[in-house]
Each structure stands twice: as structure tokens, then as C-alpha cells.
């Protein structure tokens, strides 16, 4: 096969970013096409020098119309019949650009619409919430789910509960899975130029999206305990909660040490995360966490939620803490501990992250099993 058309389907944004500029490096003979229902995210996407198609010249609504409370029944039947449409537009696209495979996110939406749509060999990639969380909101979901993961020639996976929960799902219908913890670019993701021990007040990065699954009140509510102590907060994301965020930081008296920074370039991570000292994740759900990843490259001390995803790669006490989802109270008495912990002790965990992403999450290599995947779906 002298080209292979790669359709790459997606409709999220942020690490979708960080995957088409890992994608410009297939080799020649790969002709890759990024295909989005999200219109917003087309100037982006052609800045990095990737074909893109707008799957939604009409901007209609794109969502998952089964999620539980989201929408009232007449809101459902709308986005249902926007769905039709948005199956239309990529008959469509499949017919013109005729893909040897298709690679698809977000098992409720992309996902299963790439699935309804099969013609050629396709890979499914879950997100975390969208296996963990959305197939229990409700039986449809469920159902949704478990057919598009059946549609399934291969499914790309990033943690262990991911995994778990996919194959309990198929049952007797097994499927090939590749489980990556996708990776990151060690030559821009590394403690090098970190201070030693820790600064005072101690700088606290979160990068997370500002949505229900961030759990990002529980951050709030523990900087209210530790007022006293001289924290400082760089929150950088963008979503629904931005609003509510920033009055409940008012009204907890902690605005002055949160800064909301949105959403900012991928190339300014690695410095944001060499001068904090400690990553913050208070999700509720996440497969595994690229930017808690990043974190631990560059030497911030992960204090994470205890949850499944987070927990193969911290162990409590030994490379960063865990703390219960929800628990503010427990979050800042882990803040407080680490503040009093003592440099060489700092310096043993840092040094423990840094050769755990080495060995770990390696985009390079992690993206070469990704590689073989593509090459023998195709052959």
C-alpha cells in the first residue's frame, strides 16, 4: 500500500492537540486527516499544520444527548436529530476521503458515530470519564457504550481500570487492546533549572479542566484552611465552572491566592510546572492523568485524589500522596505535611518521578506501539 489514509476523529480539544502533533511524525506513506464536530477547534488544528475537516459546517449542538439529567426529553430529541445530521456529514467525508482506518475519541459520541458509520478498520480510545463515569450515568449509556466498544477493531486504553472496565463490559467478545499511558516529551518535561526544597508561599499548579469531574470546590475549600499557611495557586483551564469557580474562591476569602489563568499553551506548561512545587488533581474519575504526568517529570510533588487511575502510578508516601475524593480537610493537612517535609526527602521523590517518566511515559516509545497498531490494522 503506497498511502495510508488515517481518519482521525475527534471532537474534544486540549490533548487532542498534543496527539495530531505526535501524528506529523507517522511516517511519509501516512496521510493523516483530523475530522471534528467542534468547529472551534479548526484555527488551532490548521496552526500545527494538519488537514482538518469540519464535520459541523452548521454549528449544530454536539453532545451526548443520554447523559442523565443533562437534558429534558424535548432537548434529547434535538440533539438525536442533530445526530442524524452529524452521521450524514461523515458518511460523507468517508466516502471522499476513503480512509484505510479510522481512529476515534469519546466512546459516547465520536466513537459511536464512527461506529455507526463502519466501513474500514476502526480503533477506539477512551478518555477516562467516558469509560469510567458516563456508561453508569444511566442504562442507555451503558448500552451505547458496550456496542460501540463491540464495533471495535482495536481499543487504545491508558490505565489499568480503563482496561478492567472494558473487558468486563465485552464479556465473552474479546478485543485487542493496547494500553499506553499516551506520554510526553521528555526534552521539554524535566526537573532541570528547579530550585531545590521548596519556596515560600508554596506554589501549587493545577491544570484542569473547570467541570464537574475536577472535584476543583475540594481545592477551594482546603485553601480556606490553610489561609494562614502562604499558598499560592496557578489554576490553568478553561470550562463550564469558570464562573462559579471564581465567586466560590471569593466567597471562601481565597481569590487572592488563586489565580485563574485559563487555558494556556502547551509549550508554557513545562515552565509552569518547574516553578510550583506541588500538582493538584481533585478528580473524582480519570484514566491516567497526562498533565499529573508532565507534573512528575518536572519535579512537582503529585498530591492526587485515591483513585484507581492515579494510584498505578503514586504510592502513597513513597512518590506523592493520596488524599480521599472530596476530603478539602485531608488535602490541606497533606499540604501541610509536605511544607514541613525535609529537602532530601523532596528531592528522593522528584528524582523517583523523574525516572519513572523516563521509563514510563515516553512518548516516543509509547507512540511506536501505536505505530504497530496503525501498521497492522491496515495491512
Same mark, same amino acid.
Given at each position: 500500500?503506497?498511502?495510508?489514509?488515517?481518519?482521525?476523529?475527534?471532537? *474534544?480539544?486540549?490533548?487532542?492537540?498534543?496527539?495530531?502533533?505526535?501524528?506529523?511524525?507517522?511516517?511519509?506513506?501516512?496521510?493523516?486527516?483530523?475530522?471534528?464536530?467542534?468547529?472551534?477547534?479548526?484555527? &488551532?488544528? %490548521?496552526?500545527?499544520?494538519?488537514?482538518?475537516?469540519?464535520?459541523?459546517?452548521?454549528?449544530?449542538?454536539?453532545?451526548?444527548?443520554?447523559?442523565?439529567?443533562?437534558?429534558?426529553?424535548?432537548?434529547?430529541?434535538?440533539?438525536?436529530?442533530? $445526530?442524524?445530521?452529524?452521521?450524514?456529514?461523515?458518511?460523507?467525508? *468517508?466516502?471522499? $476521503?476513503?480512509?484505510?482506518?479510522?481512529?476515534?475519541?469519546?466512546?459516547?459520541?465520536?466513537?459511536?458515530?464512527?461506529?455507526?458509520?463502519?466501513?474500514?478498520?476502526?480503533?477506539?480510545?477512551?478518555?477516562?470519564?467516558?469509560?469510567?463515569?458516563?456508561? $453508569?450515568?444511566?442504562?442507555?449509556?451503558?448500552?451505547?457504550?458496550?456496542?460501540?466498544?463491540?464495533?471495535?477493531?482495536?481499543?487504545?486504553?491508558?490505565?489499568?481500570?480503563?482496561?478492567?472496565?472494558?473487558?468486563?463490559?465485552?464479556?465473552?467478545?474479546?478485543?485487542?487492546?493496547?494500553?499506553?499511558?499516551?506520554?510526553?516529551?521528555?526534552?521539554? $518535561?524535566?526537573? &532541570?533549572?528547579?530550585?531545590?526544597?521548596?519556596?515560600?508561599?508554596?506554589?501549587?499548579?493545577?491544570?484542569?479542566? *473547570?467541570?464537574?469531574?475536577?472535584?476543583?470546590?475540594?481545592?477551594?475549600?482546603?485553601?480556606?484552611?490553610?489561609?494562614?499557611?502562604?499558598?499560592?495557586? &496557578?489554576?490553568?483551564?478553561?470550562?463550564?465552572?469558570?464562573?462559579? *469557580?471564581?465567586?466560590?474562591?471569593?466567597?471562601?476569602?481565597?481569590?487572592?491566592?488563586? %489565580?485563574?489563568?485559563?487555558?494556556?499553551?502547551?509549550? %508554557?506548561?513545562?515552565?509552569?510546572?518547574?516553578?510550583?512545587?506541588?500538582?493538584?488533581?481533585?478528580?473524582?474519575? &480519570?484514566?491516567?492523568?497526562?498533565?499529573?504526568? %508532565?507534573?512528575?517529570?518536572?519535579?512537582?510533588?503529585?498530591?492526587v485524589t485515591d483513585i484507581p487511575a492515579y494510584r498505578e502510578w503514586v504510592e502513597h508516601g513513597v512518590n506523592g500522596f493520596c488524599f480521599a475524593v472530596g476530603n478539602a480537610k485531608q488535602l490541606a493537612e497533606l499540604v501541610t505535611k509536605v511544607s514541613?517535609?525535609?529537602t532530601n526527602t523532596l528531592e528522593k521523590i522528584r528524582h523517583h518521578n523523574y525516572q519513572l517518566a523516563k521509563r514510563e511515559f515516553d512518548w516516543d516509545k509509547n507512540f511506536a506501539k501505536l505505530t504497530r497498531v496503525y501498521e497492522q490494522l491496515v495491512?
Amino acid at each position: 500500500m503506497s498511502v495510508k489514509r488515517l481518519l482521525y476523529l475527534s471532537s *474534544l480539544g486540549g490533548h487532542d492537540f498534543r496527539f495530531l502533533e505526535k501524528l506529523k511524525t507517522l511516517p511519509a506513506q501516512w496521510q493523516t486527516l483530523f475530522a471534528t464536530y467542534k468547529p472551534e477547534l479548526i484555527p &488551532e488544528v %490548521e496552526a500545527l499544520g494538519i488537514a482538518v475537516h469540519n464535520l459541523n459546517p452548521e454549528a449544530r449542538p454536539f453532545d451526548d444527548w443520554d447523559r442523565q439529567g443533562a437534558y429534558n426529553f424535548v432537548q434529547r430529541l434535538r440533539l438525536k436529530q442533530h $445526530f442524524r445530521t452529524h452521521r450524514q456529514h461523515l458518511r460523507r467525508l *468517508l466516502q471522499d $476521503f476513503k480512509p484505510h482506518l479510522v481512529h476515534a475519541g469519546w466512546l459516547q459520541t465520536d466513537s459511536y458515530i464512527a461506529a455507526c458509520e463502519k466501513q474500514t478498520p476502526l480503533l477506539v480510545m477512551e478518555w477516562g470519564s467516558d469509560i469510567l463515569v458516563r456508561p $453508569f450515568d444511566n442504562q442507555r449509556n451503558y448500552r451505547k457504550t458496550q456496542w460501540t466498544l463491540k464495533q471495535a477493531d482495536y481499543i487504545l486504553c491508558d490505565c489499568k481500570a480503563a482496561v478492567d472496565t472494558i473487558t468486563k463490559m465485552l464479556g465473552n467478545e474479546k478485543r485487542p487492546m493496547l494500553t499506553i499511558p499516551w506520554g510526553l516529551d521528555l526534552k521539554q $518535561f524535566h526537573p &532541570e533549572s528547579r530550585m531545590v526544597g521548596l519556596q515560600t508561599p508554596l506554589r501549587i499548579a493545577v491544570v484542569k479542566n *473547570l467541570v464537574d469531574v475536577s472535584r476543583l470546590d475540594t481545592l477551594l475549600q482546603s485553601l480556606a484552611i490553610l489561609q494562614q499557611q502562604g499558598v499560592a495557586v &496557578e489554576l490553568c483551564g478553561t470550562g463550564k465552572l469558570e464562573a462559579t *469557580l471564581k465567586e466560590q474562591a471569593q466567597s471562601l476569602g481565597v481569590d487572592t491566592v488563586v %489565580e485563574f489563568k485559563g487555558r494556556i499553551n502547551n509549550t %508554557e506548561i513545562p515552565q509552569l510546572l518547574r516553578r510550583c512545587d506541588l500538582y493538584v488533581s481533585c478528580n473524582r474519575s &480519570e484514566g491516567t492523568s497526562l498533565a499529573m504526568m %508532565e507534573a512528575m517529570a518536572c519535579g512537582a510533588i503529585p498530591l492526587v485524589t485515591d483513585i484507581p487511575a492515579y494510584r498505578e502510578w503514586v504510592e502513597h508516601g513513597v512518590n506523592g500522596f493520596c488524599f480521599a475524593v472530596g476530603n478539602a480537610k485531608q488535602l490541606a493537612e497533606l499540604v501541610t505535611k509536605v511544607s514541613k517535609t525535609d529537602t532530601n526527602t523532596l528531592e528522593k521523590i522528584r528524582h523517583h518521578n523523574y525516572q519513572l517518566a523516563k521509563r514510563e511515559f515516553d512518548w516516543d516509545k509509547n507512540f511506536a506501539k501505536l505505530t504497530r497498531v496503525y501498521e497492522q490494522l491496515v495491512a
